[in-house]
């Protein structure tokens, strides 16, 4: 049976085996998307990282032509740090600027009980079609740490972790009455990015991370009342029973040489579904070629059994070549339809 998109992804959240492994993004570059759409000129810089980067329209459009199975809306909390231009109108977070107890007062969160800040989002999901529609947003850890700065963050867990819970108090306690909104609504998936690793290790000790995170999630976690996954580069691998145990359903993104997909899928997958991971470096200097042959094997190694969504290895970036990243959708067409056979 040939199902929907929104189908595909709800069976494959499920941890069960869809009609097809289902390919989704958490976001494409404008400056990319351009380049593929022929939406004329590339953007020199984006105007907002918080923001959603697309209309319904634009969203539908883009993933109908790369043949997605989601759109996703984005909405975070403001990041109270510099923001540097990168290459191809992709931006960075440089100097965080909350250093000292009296810094917190800058903090100006959009007010949650303002039925103004959910409507463009009431609309996206009502016009989503048959796409599985996501929610992406963060909780409050990587937030805090980008607006406080790596080294006052890490001083400050030892010296002041007062400090530290008060910066994200603000951020979680906005999440909560956020994500309650937002789930009201009709979104397939809550994804929050909230990076807390290297590739070697977590940003913090699993001890911090239960003392710290771990009480924030829990008070966000009842408001979640729809699937809820998790986004954070490098190893998290510490972190995931703790996650599990707060009610994360998937993972994203696999970072390759941080984590082993095949062994996350081995102790992981009646837990979690996987989302990734398909390599940035291959998608923006690789061939069509590699690409197909990196897709195959993922789907091979991870898609039996179901609880398997194929992505990129972060987002669609801008440097990523278009040629490539058709390269990746058609390699899921052609390979991903179960029962699972390469």
Not at 241 to 256: A, F, Q, Y
Not at 266 to 284: A, P, T
Request: net charge negative; charged share 20%.
């Amino acid at each position: 049976m040939t199902m929907t998109s929104r189908q595909r992804v709800q069976t494959a959240l499920n941890r069960q085996e869809p009609d097809r492994v289902p390919y989704c993004e958490l976001g494409v570059d404008r400056n990319l998307a351009q380049r593929i759409m022929g939406w004329g000129q590339p953007q020199s810089q984006a105007a907002n990282l918080e923001a959603n980067a697309y209309t319904i329209d634009e969203a539908k459009a883009l993933a109908a032509h790369l043949k997605m199975d989601n759109i996703s809306y984005v909405l975070r909390a403001p990041v109270y740090a510099q923001k540097v231009p990168g290459q191809d109108g992709r931006l960075f977070y440089g100097e965080g600027m909350i250093h000292t107890r009296a810094d917190v007062a800058m903090m100006d969160l959009p007010d949650p009980y303002d039925d103004a800040l959910y409507a463009e989002a009431e609309r996206f999901v009502r016009e989503k079609g048959d796409y599985a529609a996501f929610f992406v947003t963060r909780i409050g850890i990587f937030p805090t740490m980008l607006s406080m700065g790596t080294e006052t963050f890490s001083v400050a867990l030892y010296e002041d972790r007062a400090f530290v819970e008060e910066v994200l108090d603000n951020y979680c306690d906005w999440m909560a009455v956020v994500a309650e909104r937002m789930c009201q609504l009709d979104f397939d998936l809550f994804i929050s990015t909230d990076d807390m690793a290297f590739n070697t290790a977590p940003f913090f000790s699993p001890r911090v991370f239960r003392e710290l995170v771990v009480p924030r999630y829990e008070k966000v976690a009842p408001k979640i009342t729809i699937p809820w996954a998790i986004h954070s580069d490098g190893n998290i691998v510490p972190f995931l029973d703790d996650l599990i145990s707060v009610g994360v359903r998937g993972l994203h993104p696999l970072e390759k040489n941080a984590v082993d997909p095949v062994a996350l899928k081995r102790e992981y997958g009646d837990r979690l579904c996987l989302m990734g991971n398909v390599d940035l470096n291959l998608l923006g200097a690789g061939t069509p070629q590699e690409v197909d042959a990196e897709v195959k094997g993922l789907i091979r190694d991870l898609g039996p059994g179901g609880g398997y969504i194929v992505t990129s290895g972060n987002s669609l970036a801008a440097y990523c070549l278009p040629e490539n990243v058709l390269a990746l959708s058609n390699a899921v067409q052609t390979y991903g339809h179960y029962p699972i056979a390469l």
